[in-house]
């Protein structure tokens, strides 16, 4: 064997004994491994902050990520069954449990820094409360928010408010519609539907701010700040709002909860979730802004749909598709 060894082969064993000689196995493993080793649970970074920013006429817009969550479908869905929605995840290129976004969105049009929806806070553990760091990525301050619009009182969207029971946002102003203040607040409506621990929770959100007179109700459809319209759109709870901005011939819609799951909401409108308050009244609201929105041509911000959740909504058929907005990486 030794005699047939070809000339480079023998060249190229000497070099490697020559470099094993120099460098002995303890400082290889020592200096050379780690650099081609893949990234460690050490090394690898934690996920950039979810921050996107764009433009509605000359107000700027920033969509925050609070975190996603996987939500286990099958209990939660209502008129469809579980095959039936791993059929559509199927379709969608998804399965079940489906991870799912909470966002929540800046309108800053200069004198005004205003944050619609908080996010879960503290009280989903380590699966959401993410937005201080994605508004802190945006580069805003929490004493920089103005007023805070809040869609409706469930925990993923006012559970923000607050970090360890005091206000995270001291110079703000919490706009909320009063239907939804009065269903949330009050014990007397625990035996209509309304449950502990979202009293519990509305309590510790909210009630800092009520007893500081920071809490602002509307009721009907009211300008909250210039440009800023509430819409009421009650179902998934007594008093769920949109919030219209317009500007310069431009418009978008945030739409907080009218809908949790576009795989199967977009092609099935007439499916309800667990936390639909009023089954019915939630699926007609649906069906009526899903109609609405395009025929309209609306831009729509929603709440649970994958990060930053901004897009259109085509009609086809009977059944609807989301068209999300073009990508924009320039100021
Ligand atoms: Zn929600």
Redesign the pocket.
Known sequence: MKSTMRPHIKTLTAAILSFAATYPLQSMAAETLPAIAAPSAQTLKPQVPGVYRFNVGNVRITALSDGTLPLDLHPLLRGISPRQIDALLHNGFASNPLETSINAYVIDDGPRVVLIDSGAGELFGSVAGKLPDSLAAAGYRPEQVSDILITHI?T??SGGLTRGGKMLFPNAMVHVNQADVDFFLDRANLSKGLKPAHLEEALKTIGPYNRASKVKVFSGKTTIVPGITAIPTPGHTPGHSFFLLENEGQSIEFWG?IMHVGLIQFPQPQVTITFDINQDAARAQRLRQFAAAAEERKLVAV??LPFPGVGHIRRKGEHYEWVASQYRNRD
């Open positions: 469930h993923d969207h909860d709440a649970h």
